[in-house]
T-cell receptor, first 110, second 116 residues
Framework: KNEVEQSPQNLTAQEGEFITINCSYS?????LHWLQQHPGGGIVSLFM???GKKKHGRLIATINIQEKHSSLHITASHPRDSAVYIC????????????FGKGTKLSVKP | EAGVTQSPTHLIKTRGQQATLRCSPI?????VYWYQQALGLGLQFLLW???????NRGNFPPRFSGRQFPNYSSELNVNALELEDSALYLC???????????????FGPGTRLLVL
C-alpha cells in the first residue's frame, strides 16, 4: 500500500488549459512538498505547505490536512510546464522524512 | 549563488564493486539529503546529514552509507553493488533544520549509477 498516492499518473493537456494534479496520503504529516522533475532528471522545489494555499505565478497549491489531500493547479498551461510533478509528505516524527508519490507525468501540447 | 553540485554525473560499475558519489550543498546550508530514484520507481529517502552527523536513514541496507565533511559536503558510498542499485541518486540541501523536510530542499542534478 502506497502511503502517498497521486492522480492522474499521466496527463495530456492542450496549451492554455487549467490543470489539476491530486495527492492523497494516509499518514499524519507535518508538511507537504510539490516538486517538478524535468526530463533530464533535475528537480525543482515548487511549494512547501502545511496548511491552506500558496500561489506562485501560474501555480497554486492547496492542502486540506483533515482530508489528507493536496492539489497542484496550473493555470494557462504552457508546453514548458511539461514535466513530472511529484508530491512528497513530511513524515517520521521528530526526525522527519520525505515520502514521495510516484509522480504525475504532464505533457502540454501546443 | 551556486546551486547543489554532484559528481560524477554518470558512473558505471560492475556487481560487487564500490561506488562513491559526492555532493556539495548550497553555501550556508548544513543539511544534506540523499535520495534514490530507481527506474520505474519513485524517489526514496536514503540518508540525512546535518552538522556532520547522520540524523536519519531510510529503509536501505547498511551497505549504503555516507558521511558529511566539516565543509558540509557529503559522500554517499554504496558497497557490494547489486544490479538493482542502478538508479539516479539525488542530493539535496537545505538550511539548518531540526526535522527533515520542514525546509525547502534544493536538489542537485543527480548521479546516474549503472551497475553491470
Amino acid at each position: 500500500k502506497n502511503e502517498v498516492e497521486q492522480s492522474p499518473q499521466n496527463l495530456t493537456a492542450q496549451e492554455g488549459e487549467f490543470i489539476t494534479i491530486n495527492c492523497s496520503y494516509s499518514v499524519g504529516i507535518s508538511a507537504l512538498h510539490w516538486l517538478q522533475q524535468h526530463p533530464g532528471g533535475g528537480i525543482v522545489s515548487l511549494f512547501m505547505l502545511s496548511s491552506g494555499k500558496k500561489k506562485h505565478g501560474r501555480l497554486i497549491a492547496t492542502i486540506n490536512i483533515q482530508e489528507k489531500h493536496s492539489s497542484l493547479h496550473i493555470t494557462a498551461s504552457h508546453p514548458r510546464d511539461s514535466a513530472v510533478y511529484i508530491c512528497a509528505v513530511v513524515w517520521g516524527g521528530s526526525q522527519g522524512n520525505l515520502i514521495f508519490g510516484k509522480g504525475t507525468k504532464l505533457s502540454v501540447k501546443p | 549563488e551556486a546551486g547543489v553540485t554532484q559528481s560524477p554525473t554518470h558512473l558505471i560499475k560492475t556487481r560487487g564493486q564500490q561506488a562513491t558519489l559526492r555532493c556539495s550543498p548550497i553555501s550556508g546550508h548544513t543539511s544534506v539529503y540523499w535520495y534514490q530514484q530507481a527506474l520505474g520507481l519513485g524517489l526514496q529517502f536514503l540518508l540525512w546529514y546535518d552538522e556532520g552527523e547522520e540524523r536519519n536513514r531510510g529503509n536501505f541496507p547498511p551497505r549504503f552509507s555516507g558521511r558529511q565533511f566539516p565543509n558540509y559536503s557529503s559522500e554517499l558510498n554504496v558497497n557490494a553493488l547489486e544490479l538493482e542499485d542502478s538508479a539516479l541518486y539525488l542530493c539535496a540541501s537545505s538550511s539548518p533544520v531540526s526535522v527533515a523536510g520542514l525546509e525547502t530542499q534544493y536538489f542537485g542534478p543527480g548521479t546516474r549509477l549503472l551497475v553491470l
